[in-house]
């Protein structure tokens, strides 16, 4: 599989999920609702290339999120 796209309506609104791996290169995009927070888990990514919103975080970067919309991309190893 190289795309998904999904969505989860909570009480506290939509959590929305879409993701493409192409030439290597995760592209992720997350909607996190209010009164919520997010763990995020990427197995398979290569750390040093990992970036949040464009800005290059660790994997526990990705943990406790608050609400909001990412975009996380990272070089992946399959």
Known sequence: MSQAK???????????????ISQGLLMMSVT?????????VLPKVETASLTLNDIKVTKQ?????????????AAVSL
Request: glycine share 10%; aromatic share 8%.
């Open 32 to 40: 996190i609702p209010k009164n919520s927070t997010a763990d995020i």
């Open 6 to 20: 999904g969505g989860y309506k909570t009480p506290q609104g939509e959590v929305l999920v879409e993701w493409k």
């Open 61 to 73: 970067s990705l943990v406790d999120l608050p609400p909001g919309h990412y975009v996380i991309s």
